[in-house]
């Protein structure tokens, strides 16, 4: 079974602009989550979604948004970049709510 | 803000010697997960012990949980060089909502 996928790998944008980052689950996970991981502030929640429907948010602003589609298939989009969204964005799937998840390798931004 | 914290920050250790870490958490938890990460890529779940649970075994990992004193820690046995890495000890509150720790980056030398 394949496991999490993420696209692209690695993004370069400048400051102002917008991006999108693309995660599939794993074949059967319907949970999908989003984190942000920076040296500064280590790994943080963004959100979670289920079934099209965004259960769970942390505690960032609303220029990070996200969706997932019908088939698992989830997005998370960052408007207005910021120096400090710099990081690694990862990716997660699980089967259930409070089952192990499972990552993808993750999304690396550099905003310039 | 961070649920967990992990000591030691950092560890460094020789081939087949034990590692140990710890992971201290502020709430109460549904489960308390293990995840291992080489040179910033993607997670790699190790264990997931639940609360109801003391112990777990998985290969050279053994993991425990006190819940009366909200800690749990991770010993890696005979260790390998292929074990360096960050870890991070996990945990919920009865969502998919994971909160990490800090991570303590343990070096392993051959």
């Known amino acids: 079974k394949a496991g999490v996928t993420q696209t692209p790998r690695y993004l370069i944008k400048t400051r102002g602009q917008q991006v999108t980052l693309s995660c599939s689950p794993i074949?059967?996970?319907?949970?999908v989550s989003w984190y942000q991981q920076t040296p500064g502030q280590g790994l943080q929640f963004l959100f979670e979604y289920f079934s099209e429907t965004q259960r769970n948010k942390g505690n960032f602003p609303g220029r990070f948004s996200g969706r997932q589609f019908s088939n698992s298939r989830s997005e998370m989009n960052v408007s207005t970049l910021e120096l400090g969204d710099s990081a690694l964005y990862l990716c997660?799937?699980?089967?259930?709510?409070?089952?192990?998840?499972?990552f993808g390798p993750g999304t690396r931004l550099t905003v310039l | 803000s961070q649920q967990g914290e992990e000591d030691p920050q950092a560890l460094s250790i020789q081939e087949g010697e034990n590692a140990t870490m710890n992971c201290s958490y502020k709430t109460s938890i549904n489960n308390l997960q293990w995840y291992r990460q080489n040179s910033g890529r993607g997670l790699v779940h190790l264990i997931l012990?639940?609360?109801?649970?003391r112990e777990k075994h998985s290969g050279r990992l053994r993991v425990t949980l006190d819940t009366s004193k909200k800690s749990s820690s991770l010993l890696i046995t005979a260790s390998r060089a292929a074990d360096t890495a960050s870890y991070f000890c996990?945990?919920?509150?009865?969502?998919?909502?994971?909160?990490f720790g800090t991570g303590t980056r343990l070096q392993v030398f051959p």
């Open positions: 012990i639940r609360s109801n649970e």
């Open positions: 074949s059967g996970h319907r949970s």
């Open positions: 996990a945990t919920d509150l009865n969502t998919d909502k994971l909160i």
């Open positions: 997660a799937s699980s089967l259930a709510e409070t089952d192990t998840q499972y």
